[in-house]
């Protein structure tokens, strides 16, 4: 999904958003320094498959995932990183590593760490490694309903 894709449905949405340009980065942490934001505040996705299903885990850029916890957390069997073959036709147009985490517009889940609600404002990636898009978090769970569990350790 194009960055004018997610513009359209926020838009659709009257939902209230900044866009932010920066230097190119390719990881959370590098992203987060680039755009001026704290670690805290830029939500990373992460694909995974949860019991062979696609899913998203989102969890702030200063924090890892823990997969034990995300196990436990939904309940599952069988939690692994998807391998990015596995994905980039889901979300095509956008680059590897940059999907804005909005699983719901790709009929994939998304589960989202609890440590993200206690931000007023998240910044994510925008489909590529120099866009962010910042907005409420109350309008993103809104628009998401995503599984909200505590899942990921500070690094």
Known sequence: MPIQK???FLDGNKVKYVQIRHSTAYTAQETAASAH???KELAKTVVLRVDGRMAMAVLPASHKLDIPLLKKAVGARD???????????IFAGCDTGAMPPFGNLY?????VDSLLAENEEIAFNACSHSELVKLKYADYIQLVKPKIASFSVLR
């Open 79 to 89: 939690v692994e990183i998807a391998h990015e073959a596995d994905f980039k036709d």
């Open 107 to 111: 009929g994939v889940d998304v589960l």
């Open 37 to 39: 934001i704290p670690g």
């Open 6 to 8: 997610l513009k359209e």
